[in-house]
Each structure stands twice: as C-alpha cells, then as structure tokens.
C-alpha cells in the first residue's frame, strides 16, 4: 500500500471513552503532522515529529496525546474528550532536512472524522 | 490571531473562465508559500508552490503569483474546469527549529460550472 492511511475513517466516542487514531505512511519520510480541519477554520497543526524532534501547538489541550513509535507510524490518542472536539483530523508526512521545497509540501492521508458525544 | 487568511469563503464561476483566488499573510518571516486542493472525502493534495525570492510560478494552467510588499499571493487558473471545483488551501511556512511547517489558511471553495 502507497501513500498516507489513516485508521479509523469514522470514529464516534463518549467522551468517557479513550480511543486512538491512526496514520501510516509508505513514502519514506521522516517527518509527520497531525492537522485538526474544523468547519470555516483554518486547519491547524496540532503536532510534528521531525527528523527526532517534536514541535507542538501549545493551544492543543492535553486530553490529545501524540506518539510516533517510528518514521512510519504516528498515533493520535484520544481520552475524555468534548464535543468541540467533533472534526476531521487529518494526518500528513513530508521529507524533512531538505530545505523548504521538499519539507513543505506534505502528502494528506484521507482524514479520521471524529465525533464526540 | 490568523496568520495566513483567505477571506473569500467560495468562488463560482463559469467553465472557461479565469478563477482567481486569494491569500493574504502577517508573517514576514514567511519565504515558501504552497497551495494545496481537496476533493471532499479526501485530503488535500499538493497543487504548486512558490519562494519568497520569486514571484510567480507556472505550472499548466496553475500560476501563483506573490506580492511580498503587500502580503498577498494569488492562484490563477487559466481556463477553469468543472473538475477544478474543490476546496483550495493557502499555505505558508517559515523555519521552526530545524523543521519547516506550514501554516494553512482556511480555505475557499471553488465551484466550476460547465
């Protein structure tokens, strides 16, 4: 399989469960994001792992929890979250170290829509 | 406060026609600036870039155009196509730490009509 997949692509969640997202990709980057797209908002990056290095939007709230186990592999976990958190979270890679044309154009995953009840 | 802002939320226009649209940035320290297209149900894909040392990039009937006196770029497409209709994202990015990190806009929807 190519490109960037995310798993689940529908999630509905209490917001007393703890679930978690997930993003695999098969380009050979080594950068990943988390983007949170809300309707009529700018998307905005909720996290980055970059060539080791995490950068994080220090608005995120703490009930979101990120881990990338590899270059391959991020993971969005999820637990006790509210209803303003209902939106399509999408994942994206890049190749990171390679000046601004290669680390800025991101390939997207499909997008998990998330909601919170 | 919003970065990088596209004010139109939708755009129509007739196939055939030129569709342009708009981004304006605060961000000085900006210097690599890309459009990006989704499809509903998908995300979006990369549609062309430009550098702040230039300004204007072609690509087929997609040219971006930058003004960085005035904070603005723009996205020509020359003629439209019903399938061009989507949603379009401005983004733009400047150095953090070691990484590059694009801060996106939210959006216009362009709709084509045959």
């Known amino acids: 399989e190519t490109g960037v997949t995310q798993t689940p692509r529908h999630l509905v969640m209490g917001m007393t469960n703890k679930k978690s997202l997930k993003c695999e990709q098969h380009?050979?980057?080594?950068?990943m994001y988390w983007y949170k797209q809300s309707a009529k908002k700018p998307l905005e990056l909720m996290f980055v792992?970059?060539?080791?290095?995490?950068?994080e939007n220090n608005s995120v709230p703490s009930r979101f929890s990120p881990e990338c186990p590899n270059s391959s592999h991020l993971f969005l976990h999820l637990h006790t979250l509210q209803p303003e958190d209902s939106a399509l979270y999408l994942c994206?890679?890049?190749?990171?170290?390679?000046?601004?044309?290669?680390?800025?154009?991101?390939?997207f995953g499909a997008g998990s829509r998330l909601t919170v009840l | 406060d919003q970065q990088v802002k596209q004010n139109s939320p939708s755009l129509s226009v007739q196939e055939g026609r030129i569709s342009i649209l708009n981004c304006d940035y605060t961000?000085?320290?900006?210097?690599?600036f890309l459009w990006y297209k989704k499809y509903p149900a998908e995300g979006p894909t990369f549609l062309i870039s430009?550098?702040?040392?230039?300004d204007k990039n072609e690509d087929g009937r997609f040219t971006v155009f930058l003004n960085k006196s005035a904070k603005h770029l723009s996205l020509h497409i020359v003629p439209s196509q019903p399938g061009d209709s989507a949603v379009y994202f401005c983004?733009?990015?400047?150095?953090?730490?070691?990484?590059?990190?694009?801060?996106f806009g939210r959006g216009t929807s362009l709709i084509v009509h045959p």
């Open positions: 994206a890679s890049s190749r990171a170290g390679l000046g601004p044309s290669g680390a800025n154009v991101l390939t």
């Open positions: 792992y970059s060539l080791e290095e995490r950068v």
């Open positions: 430009i550098s702040s040392i230039k």
């Open positions: 983004a733009a990015s400047a150095r953090t730490g070691g990484s590059y990190i694009p801060t």
């Open positions: 380009l050979g980057h080594n950068a």
């Open positions: 961000n000085s320290m900006f210097d690599y």
